[in-house]
């Protein structure tokens, strides 16, 4: 970036501005900040942890750093721009909140701050252009770059309107993606409620919540899966990742698809509960349903569902804590005895046990749609970002 002159421009610019970003130096528009040192505990205090900016509570648990400990930290204001300068990650934070960063960890974290208050855009450009900045740090065993560097390379940096524009723009996109990601957090949790209380609880033979016309049907019955599966084990077969040769069909271990292979040995809607290498707790996606045509390593057990709905089965299995089944710690193991003697809550009616599973799938298809649109939505920031900036490779 030798060119004092040198202009580049994204690809997409807003219609009033027509002029390209001129290249120039980091401290011509944002400047150090000498941050004020304090010993209190009204703050959040942050610590690396070797992952950039984290809370006290997370790193050290419930206990707080008070005034009787007798530590200082460093008095961030809102909306300023930290980075970490001893660590290669290249990641900038534009904090909302004040903060103050504590010296027990000892790791250096410069704070600075556009000159017109622009430190939105400022955080986005340096994160676009990470890689290339990562370039001008110094040292061998531990990079560096000091705050004083930072402020002399080279960046491409637009009129202060537009920055506040494409923040303004970049802004209103991170609200829209976090009001998203809240509904489908409360779909989430609207279902993980409602699997409580459409299965009977430990000890007891009714569900909290049945559908009208079964409130007068028999009790639930409580079932081992050996008595209401066939198991399929017999016929996985692993293949070493050496040996894979990449194909059009899923290969599932013990928590899901782990690659894509070339043949198949199930054509037909199958439940796979991890054997190994999986997680038993209670909500941790024991158990999951294949269809279509696939192949199965043996760190999962293969069930036909015969005497109870499959989706109903899948949905207890994971909302069920089968903990107490597993055995050994190296690794630990659902063995397949123990997988047969797992009691499952059964309604007598094929209906009963239908109605309860559409009801759960019309969930995860609500689910899955508002996944889908927070994934479209964040790929359409990243898009977006990509127009608004130009590219740190100057095509």
Same mark, same amino acid.
């Given at each position: ?5 040198? +202009? =580049? ?21 944002? +400047? ?5 040192? +304090? ?27 008070? %005034? ?93 309107? %537009? ?55 028999? %009790? ?49 809607? =199958? ?39 499959? +989706? ?21 193991? =659902?063995? =397949? ?12 009616? %094929? ?45």
């Amino acid at each position: 970036m030798k060119d004092q002159h040198k +202009t =580049l421009t994204p690809k997409l610019r807003f219609p009033e501005f027509g002029d390209g970003w001129l290249e120039r130096p980091l401290g011509t528009v944002a +400047t150090e900040f000498q941050a004020k040192s +304090t010993i209190q505990d009204e703050y959040e205090v942050l610590t690396s942890a070797r992952i950039g900016l984290m809370k006290q509570v997370d790193y050290y648990g419930e206990g707080r750093i008070t %005034e009787r400990d007798n530590v200082g930290f460093n008095i961030i204001p809102a909306d300023y721009l930290t980075y970490r300068s001893r660590t290669d990650d290249g990641r900038f934070y534009f904090n909302h909140n004040t903060l103050g960063i504590t010296g027990i960890i000892s790791v250096y974290y410069p704070v600075f701050h556009s000159v017109d208050g622009s430190n939105g855009f400022l955080a986005t450009l340096l994160n676009r252009f990470s890689a290339s900045i990562g370039t001008h740090s110094v040292g061998t065993s531990q990079r560096v770059l000091p705050i004083s560097k930072l402020l002399r390379i080279r960046l491409p940096i637009p009129s202060p309107a %537009e920055q506040r524009k494409i923040a303004a723009c970049l802004t209103s996109l991170d609200e829209l993606l976090a009001a998203e990601g809240r509904k489908l957090e409360a779909l989430r949790a609207h279902k993980k409620g409602l699997m409580q209380q459409l299965f009977p609880r430990k000890g007891e033979s009714h569900p909290r919540l049945r559908f009208p016309e079964f409130r007068d049907a028999p %009790e639930w019955e409580e079932k081992e899966i050996g008595d209401i599966c066939e198991i399929l084990n017999g016929r996985r077969i692993p293949i070493s990742s050496s040996d894979r040769r990449p194909g059009p069909y899923p290969y599932y271990g013990a928590s899901g698809i782990v690659d894509f292979v070339d043949n198949f040995i199930f054509d037909e809607r =199958l439940l796979l509960v991890g054997e190994d290498g999986a997680k038993w707790g209670a909500f941790e996606k024991t158990a999951f349903i294949a269809e279509g045509k696939y192949w199965v390593n043996n760190h999962a057990h293969v069930l036909r569902c015969v005497k109870v709905n499959d +989706t109903l089965l899948e949905n207890y299995l994971t909302m069920a804590d089968v903990g107490p089944f597993i055995t050994g710690n190296a690794p630990p193991k =659902l063995t =397949l005895a123990k997988l047969k003697s797992i009691p499952v809550p059964v309604p007598e009616s %094929e209906d009963e046990q239908q109605q309860i599973a559409a009801c759960l799938s019309s969930l995860d298809a609500l689910i899955a749609a508002q996944s889908r649109k927070l994934d479209g939505l964040q790929a359409h920031k990243k898009g977006l970002m990509q127009q608004l900036f130009p590219s740190p490779e100057g095509d």
